[in-house]
Structure formats: C-alpha cells, structure tokens
C-alpha cells in the first residue's frame, strides 16, 4: 500500500515538473550546448537562412482566345550562397483543364502539374511557361487561378547541422580581438560597479534604518532606479550627460566649473593632475561603472536593510553602556553581522554585472573604451554578423562564470563548514 | 575639547547648509533663473557664523524666533548679494535656512560636552545629508525626464537651462510630445503588444510555476535536490550566451518577430525565480490541511486548486508582479527577436526612435515616462508584495 502511494507520488511529481523543466530545457539549457556547437563553426548571419526554392506565379490571358490561358512561373533559389537539390514542384488546376505544352520534366495527372527540377544551384532563376485550355471552351476565371499556390520542396545543406568544424573562432577570439583589453573593461566595470554598489547599499541601509520623518517614503525612493525601465534611463542619463546641451555640462559652464563641456560618455581618457602626478583615467568607462552604481545599489540597499533590521536591539543597548562611540557601534557590530550578506551580494552582483548588455549598449554602444565581453559578443554576431566569432566569446563569459561559481560554491561551502 | 566639538559642530552645519541651498539653486537655475554662482565663500561665513550665534544665544530666545531671525538675516544677505530674483526663490532659501536653524535646534554647550559628542553630531548630519543626497541624486534624471517630455525643441535650444513648464498653454500644446508619439509614432500599438506580452507571460509562467513549485515543496520523488538546485544555478545563467543560439533557431522556426516567440523565452527566463519564490512559500502551509484532503479523497489536481491556490494568494501575486516587472522592462531579447516595427515592445519602440537622430529628445523622453510610469505606478503601489518578491528572488538584473 505504501509503496503504490510512494509511487503515485513520484508519478505525479514528475507530471507537475515536466513542463516548466521541458520548456526550461528547451530555451536556457539547449541554446547553452548549441553555443558550443556553432562556435566551432564558420557560421555567418546570411547563412542562417534555410534556402528555400520559390515560384512567382503570374497568370495572363492570351487576346482573342477566352479560353486558353498562360501561366508563368517565376522560379528561383532564394539563396545567394547555397544550392538546392531534387526540386519538386506541384500546382493545382481546376478539374476541366486541358495541358497545351508538357515540359519533359513534368507530368499532368488528375488536374495537377507535377515536375522534378533536379539540382538548382546559388542564385539560380528560371522562367517556366505553362499554357492551358479548357475542355469545353468556356472562360477561364483568373483570380481563382491565382489564389491556388503551386507547392515546391527541395533538399539542402543546413549549415548548422553538417560537421565542418573550425578552431578559427577561438584563434580570432584569443588572438585577434584585443582579448585581454577586453577582459580587463569588463573587469573594471565588473569589480568596480560591484564594489561601489555595495558601498552605496551599506551607506543607504545604515541611513535609513534610523528613524526620521518620511522613511517609508525614502526607501521607495531609494528602489526606483531597480525598478525602472533600462531604455528609459539609459536615454534620459544620455541626455543629462550629452556634451553639447546637456543638463550637467550646461550647468557646470553656467556655475563657470569649466570652461568646455566634457564629452562624459564619447571620451575614452581624461588627464587628471592630483600632487603634480598626471593619471589617465577612463572616462567614459567610469561614467558607465557611475551608472551601474546607481542602478544597482537598491538592490544591495535592500537585502542590508533586511539584514540590519535583524539584528538584536540588545547588542547596541550593550555597546551604550560600554560608552562606544558610533564608529566603533558600525566596525564592532553592525559590519560583522552584515558580512555575510555583503558576501553573498558580492558573489551575485559579481556574477550579474560580468553578463550586463543592456546598460553599457544603450549608453555608448560599447564605443570609446567600454567594449565589455557581452558588448563584444553582440558586436561580433550582429554588427560583424559573424554568428560563430559570437559564440566563441559567449562560450569564453560561460567558461568564465563557471569558474566564479566553482570558486563561490567552495567558498559557500566553507562558511557553512565553519558554523 | 569644547573648542575642538564646538569647531567642528560649526563646520559640518556650515557643510550641510551649503549643500542645502546649492541644490535648491540648481533647481533654480532649471527653472530658468539666471544664477551664475553658488557664492560658496558667502555661504561658508553666513553659516559659520548661524551656529556660533545660535550656540552662543543659547535658551535666552525662544527657538521659533530665533529661527526666523536667522532665516530673515540670512536671506536678507542673500538677496542683497546675488541680483534680483522672484520671491518663490527667497521664500524657499527662507524655509531651508528655518530647517537648518530647527534641525541645529538641539546643540548646545551641554551637549557638545558629552563623549563622542562629534561622532554622534557628524552621523546625525551624515543621515541628514544622505536622505538629501540620495534623493537628489535618484529623483533628479526623473524629474528631468518628466520636464523635457513638456519642453519644445525650440525652447530646449534657446535656453537649455530653462526647465520650467509653462502651465498657462493650452493643453494640446502643454502634451505635444505625448501626441505626438501616439499618433506619428503608434505608440498606443506598442503599449498594447508590451502589455499582451508582459501579461501573457505572467500567466504562462503562473500555469507552468504553481504544479512544478508545489511538487519540489511537498513531493518526494528522484532527482529532487538536482531540480531544486540546478533552478539558482539556471538562475544566474545569462542572458547574453542564450542570444546567439536562439537567434538562429528562432530565425529558422520564423519564430523571430513574433509575439509567440518572445512569449516563450520570458516564460523560460522567469520560470526558475518563480518556482523559487513559490516553493519557499509553499512550504510554509501547514501540511495538516492536504493531508485531510488527501483523506477526502482529492485528487493532486484538486489540492492545488483547492488548498494550496487560495492560501498563498500573497506569494503568487507577488511573483505575478515581480514577473509583469521583468516582462515590461526586458530589452534584450526584444532588441534581438523584433525588427518589424509593427511588432515591437515599448522598451524596443523607444530604442528604435532613438536610433533616428533627427528624434527630438522630448519625444523621446515622452516614450521614457510612457514606458516608466506603469512600472513605478505597480511598484509604489504594491511595494510590500514586491519587496519580499525583490529579496526572494535576489538576483534579476
């Protein structure tokens, strides 16, 4: 009896499962596997296209003779590049109609035209030409003619599928691409953003676990930027920071802070003097790590303010009586008790900032030296359209994420081990 | 030591109080007053000598009064110096400096004596000025966004400092812009599709979430924990690796363009956090109620439907926002899949327009509140469901 129910269970656990593991399957977890499969292809964005063998069918009425009618079909191999083998076509004919010319290659049986093409190579065209009468010599009706669509199939390569494999991509992606400025953006913008998001979530949370007028209030604030669109604040920062009639250029020329507008997202160095040591910082990187922070500190904001929240009212009321200072209240107790938190946001945010598109595409398009690896992998597969040099760098982020997650995971481990 | 604390005490006000009123001259200056300096050398000295004055009164005047001697001093200065500007400006420099004189209200000698008097002053001003910062900083591109959607292109041009709304215009002229985009630009088609599709993919993923949820919580069978963990670990998987596969077998199903297509992959994206979101939940229901039911003779089907549905209705409204939220603001996969305007998302619309240069940037900020007032409207008014959806689900973005 047991074991029926114990078995029941696990028939209808693998029934409720089944679709959302299927469809997940299908979309997150295929597409990773195919990636690997097409980056070590030649693959271009052109030859994605199945080609297909088309027909245009044009029907005209020969003068003086109501009866007879001509039909031309326009064929052609829709690809540029590939060829098509063993063409067959197929059309329909009303049930009277007589076959004034038999092309060799076809046949007319019970009302319908079928024929074998053979092989059509790249960019092939033919004009073919049918004539037909009716039997009983009554008027041929010429929309009903065109409404009837003659059927075509053919054989070809699918690029994808046949087994020529390359390591040229991976070559490209090592060698020709400029990898390791590539990894070195894309760990600026990852590390800092991370770290500054971080900081910002630490200062928030702290501010707003104090009790003061509108607090409510300011923690909603303080998640608008999460919340929001990326389109529409991507756009709406570009105008602020725009060097020609943005707001913030505009206002630092008005308030005489300086003399040029700075070209805050279109400018890849600025020369920045501090103690007579000259830097060159990457400005337009640094705008877009600037836009992160903002975008992304509510996040870390609101997981500390949980955090913070928890932590027992004792441990402070303790530290009063003990005369410390609110430093020392912030370094002694609050900090070790939102460690691990911290920790865990780092790893995810970490994790997340490495995949960020949206935001560095909208702002600058990866332009004057924010080209990051997801920017990179848009930019080789649409812009270059070389779809297998884009999945070489997608499998790269995916071999790179693996090893943050084998090293996260280990570490998870470790404090669990410890407590 | 009183020295040293009375010092800095006059120090971090001073700062505070600067800040305080640079910022209400920015807003000024966008409001299209002509204000060329912040006079910060002024502003340092009528500040220094505020909190030494009200630390030296002391109780002998009533804080109200002093507050409004303060207050008038100071914009008296203030508007002696700079030219003549409107008196909206002095009445607000006149609120900010009865603020900062109340705010300041409860330093005295006695209290600048006691330990760590400087931190706890340095800390109560910090907080002051965070609330202040933040806000600034987080409001301020909304509040532009807002504004230019009501500017002409003309205006912009003239003075692109000049950001006041003129609400005497007629109202067809006041929301050119927003008619703008919904007659040229279709935008009214757009918010449809945005809608069908995030709607849509709320409850696919509802219908596909609740039974595969409700069987990781309660049920026991073979290759559980592998589920339960490889749905975080899908979880953080990006978007970015996804795009080029999907590309290629989307364009050779001709699912690209369409709204089935996008419909598929948000409900495979947010399917993992919901499940998540929802097990977590599911778990917390006593199991006393489904094992009476299982007693009664209900079927799986039915204790789903019956039981687990109507008591976690909390939980799954949670998740139907938190997924409406990703949904409406997704851009990727809609940048990718749709390159037929007749099929776009709002977020895709308004990429598009911003790709024409010649788009006058008030209609593009149109498009942006369009876009963002939904989402900010959902999120304002159903904050508490959200925020314990934004922290279970913890990692989207």
Redesign the interface.
Known sequence: MNDTL?NT??K??????L???L??F???????F??VW?SFKE?ELKD???PEPRAKKIVKSISNEPSKIKILYKLRNSSLLQEIRDVSFKDNFPKNFEIENLDSRCEYIKSSLKCEFGNWPAKYKENFQVIFSTKDGSKIDKKSLKSIKPKLDGKSD?I?LNTNFTLKNFKKVLFENEFVDLLLTTFYYTFFGTVGSIIFGI??AQ?VN?K?YGRTF?R??????????????A???E??LDPN???LN??LL???IIETPINLLGQKYIEIGIFGFDFKLRLALTTVIMFEI?R?FP?AF??IL?RLQAIPKELYEAADVD?A???QKFFNITLPQIMAVISILFM?RF??N??K??DVF?LTGGASGTRTL?IN??QQ??AISD?GM??AV??V??LL?LMF?FFYFRLLGKRVDEN | MRTKNTIIYSLISTFFLIFLISIWK?LA??QGLN????NIEVLFILGILISLAHLGIGNRIKLIYKSIIFSSVFVFCDGYLIQKLPIWYNVGVFLILYFFSYKIGKYSFIVLKE??ST??I??EFL?LF??LF??F???F??Y??LV?SFKTQIA??VN??DFSINFGQDIKDLFKSYFVIFKSYKFGKYILTSTIVSVGTVIITLL??I??A???AR????G?TF?STSIL??Y??????????????F??LGLRNSIEGLL??Y???T??VA?YMLQGYFKSIPKELEEAAILDKLS?FGIITKIIIPLSIPAISSVALYVF?IA??E??FSL?FLDNPNTFT??RA??YL?GDAETP?QY??A???V??LP??FI??YF?KY??SG??AG??K?
């Open positions: 114990a269970e696990k209808t656990a693998y029934i409720l499962t679709p959302a593991v469809l997940v299908a979309i997150i977890l295929f597409p990773i195919a990636n097409i693959v994605i296209r199945i699918n994808l200062l928030t501010m104090q003061f300011m909603s604030v303080l998640l608008f930027p999460y919340v929001a669109p990326v389109v529409a604040l756009y709406t920062w105008l602020l009639s943005g707001t505009s206002l008005n308030y005489q903002w992304y996040l609101l997981f949980a005369g200072s609110p430093l995810i994790i997340w490495f995949n598109f949206e909208l997801p992998v848009y597969g649409f779809i884009g999945s997608s499998i982020i995916v994420l997650m | 920015i200056t966008l204000i060329n300096s912040f330990e760590h931190q706890v340095l800390f907080t965070g609330i933040f806000s900083v987080i409001l591109p909304f532009m966004m230019t912009l041009l692109p400092l596909f979430a039974p595969a409700y069987a990781v049920l026991n069978f073979f559980k589920l670990i899908i953080m998987f990006p978007a970015i690796v996804l795009v080029i596969p999907l590309y290629t077998i364009s050779q598929i992959v409900t495979a994206t399917l993992p499940i799986w939220m409406w603001n851009f990727l990718m709002l977020s308004i990429q911003s940037r593009l900020m498009g942006s509140v876009v963002t989402v900010l999120f304002v904050e959200l925020v934004l922290t913890s990692v973005g």
